[in-house]
């Protein structure tokens, strides 16, 4: 599943991240985005914390253990936008 920047930015903005999103930001198939929400809450358990919901984490734990920047993907959302016409580009001539 591959998504542009612009639904990647709508995505890293929600408060928590399931297996789609995990897909979708990444790239990557069903069982291993599965591997990695499984991976980040036992990180969180590990650090003496609560994980509170099953099948999904924290936004900015996914992003902190992907080691993506939200502030690049809001770049390059903002970039695609302006190129592909949603930001003032006229395409007819």
Avoid at 35 to 47: A, R
């Amino acid at each position: 599943m591959e998504v542009n920047n612009i639904t990647k930015w709508k995505i890293v903005t929600k408060q928590w991240a399931n297996a789609k999103d995990v897909m979708a930001i990444t790239g990557f198939a069903k069982s291993k985005s599965y591997q990695i929400i499984n991976e980040i809450q036992n990180q969180i358990v590990e650090e003496g914390k609560k994980n509170i919901a099953r099948g999904v984490v924290p936004m900015n734990c996914l992003l902190k253990h992907l080691e993506i920047s939200k502030t690049d993907i809001y770049k390059s959302a903002l970039q695609e936008k302006n190129i592909f016409g949603l930001g003032g580009i006229n395409w007819k001539n």
